[in-house]
């Protein structure tokens, strides 16, 4: 069965410091997203991306982060300059279409010191 | 605003007794809902997807049910098992959104044997 992937699987990073956080959505599906999850807290929406533009973001994301997706398959979550308070698991998802299940790759856990 | 609330934050049951978990929504009233289980260290898995026009839906052992007039969704396992042991999360779409989740913070399920 087609699954989302995430690299890394772990970031380590010095606060300040930008990190990327990689995706490759499922092939055939059309909206994409980010969230995050604080240790023992709710998964959170961050953003959503349809039809190479953000459709969506949540007042989480700020100027600090930015999304692209620059060649057709890869999903990418930038934070350009990381606080201590963006530790944390990131999930990428896709779905096919608009209120259809979601797909959720494994995440990144980021960890600045 | 927007809440989704899963009262109970753990539910212990024995094996092979029905599991019952249950998810409120106030101060909108979505059209769909939305069940996950998320394993420890894991992306949130789709497990059922139920309309605002379906009272319940069905798979396998699983089967959840929608009340738009108590604002309540119930999740069933029934049979448990071990293998059921997780945290079950349910999500409803933010808003007119295309599809952004808001997640309630979760029931960890053990099933003991």
């Known amino acids: 069965e087609p699954e989302v992937t995430q690299t890394p699987s772990h970031q380590v990073t010095q606060m300040g410091q930008e990190v990327i956080l990689r995706c490759v959505p499922i092939?055939?599906?059309?909206?994409f997203y980010w969230y995050r999850q604080i240790l023992g807290q709710k998964v959170e929406f961050l953003v959503s991306?349809?039809?190479?533009?953000?459709?969506?973001k949540s007042e989480i994301f700020d100027d600090q982060f930015s999304v692209e997706r620059p060649d057709g398959s890869n999903f990418t979550l930038k934070i350009r300059s990381t606080k201590l308070e963006d530790s944390a698991m990131y999930f990428c998802?896709?779905?096919?279409?608009?209120?259809?299940?979601?797909?959720f790759g494994d995440g990144t856990r980021l960890s600045i010191l | 605003s927007q809440k989704i609330e899963q009262n109970s934050e753990a539910l212990n049951i024995q094996e092979g007794k029905t599991a019952t978990l249950t998810c409120n929504y106030t101060?909108?009233?979505?059209?769909?809902l939305q069940w996950y289980r998320q394993d420890p260290g894991r992306g949130p898995v789709f497990l059922l997807l139920?309309?605002?026009?379906?009272k319940e839906k069905r798979k396998e052992r699983l089967k959840v049910t929608f009340d738009t007039t108590l604002k309540q969704s119930l999740f069933h396992i029934t049979a448990s098992q071990p293998a059921d042991s997780a945290t079950y999360l349910c999500?409803?779409?933010?808003?007119?959104?295309?599809?952004?989740?808001?997640f309630g913070k979760g029931t960890k399920l053990s099933v003991k044997p």
């Open positions: 998802a896709s779905s096919a279409g608009q209120g259809q299940p979601q797909h």
């Open positions: 092939s055939n599906h059309l909206y």
């Open positions: 991306f349809y039809n190479n533009e953000i459709s969506e």
């Open positions: 101060n909108y009233s979505p059209a769909y």
């Open positions: 139920i309309r605002e026009n379906e």
């Open positions: 999500a409803q779409p933010y808003g007119g959104s295309q599809g952004n989740l808001i």
